[in-house]
């Protein structure tokens, strides 16, 4: 797959050595092929979605949902993740 954009980084030897070993368990041809493979991993768990928040009387999308309750649901893109968190902080913060 030499194909496509290139992804050029520094790391901690360290790092590289963990990535060694890693190479080395799962008998991956080069670093390349394994950090792809663990990149790509990361990556679908950090977007993939998990079970909804409860939401509660009092919370600030209280309203939003109790308008949608008869709705289908969808899993929400991050960037409308990180909004709705950034409400409920400011919320609770207060």
Avoid: C, H, W
């Avoid at 209280?62 to 289908?72: D, I, K, M, N, T």
Wanted: aromatic share 8%; charged share 40%; net charge positive.
């Amino acid at each position: 797959m030499s194909e496509g954009p290139f992804l050029n980084i520094k790391a901690p030897k360290e790092l590289m050595e963990r990535l060694d070993d890693y190479r080395f368990a799962t008998r991956k041809p080069s670093r390349a092929v394994a950090a792809r493979e663990l990149l790509d991993r990361a990556l679908d768990m950090f977007f993939d979605t998990t079970d909804p928040e409860p939401v509660r009387p009092g919370d600030p999308d209280y309203r939003l949902f109790r308008s949608r309750r008869g709705q289908p649901t969808e899993p929400f893109p991050i960037r409308e993740v990180e909004k709705r968190l950034a409400r409920l902080k400011k919320a609770r913060a207060r």
